[in-house]
């Protein structure tokens, strides 16, 4: 079960956050639980993804991060996940999703 969290929470724990627009990673994503939320006056905001001990991925709609996906790779790793047939297989998708990025940014 999810979390309620904060940004400033999330942006505190985490030094790599990846920002991704609601549904532009359902197919990546559908096996798999959100560890925690956030929500603010207007509702939910978005669900927030933990890859590693320095890295999450917020995707809602309206995430926050510091590094935006370009929509090849977004198109790309949703192409990967309908292809996924197992839980393990989509968390292993999400962290080459999330080194691709993170590669991209040069931070780690």
């Known amino acids: ?9 999330i942006k505190a724990l985490y ?5 991704v627009g609601y ?6 994503t559908s096996r798999l639980n959100a560890t925690y939320y956030t929500c603010g006056v ?14 999450v991925i917020s995707t809602g709609y309206r995430p926050f991060g510091n590094m ?5 790779t977004l198109e790309k790793y949703e192409k990967l996940g309908k292809t996924t ?3 393990e297989q989509q968390e292993n998708l999400l962290k080459e999703f999330a080194t691709e990025i993170i590669t991209k940014y040069g931070r780690n």
Request: aromatic share 8%; with cysteine; charged share 20%.
């Open 15 to 19: 030094k790599n956050i990846i920002q």
């Open 85 to 87: 047939t197992t839980t």
């Open 68 to 72: 935006l996906v370009d929509r090849n």
């Open 42 to 55: 207007y509702g939910w905001n978005s669900d927030i993804y933990i890859i590693d001990s320095d890295t």
């Open 23 to 28: 549904c532009d990673i359902q197919h990546l």
């Open 1 to 9: 079960m999810k979390q309620q969290t904060t940004m400033k929470n």
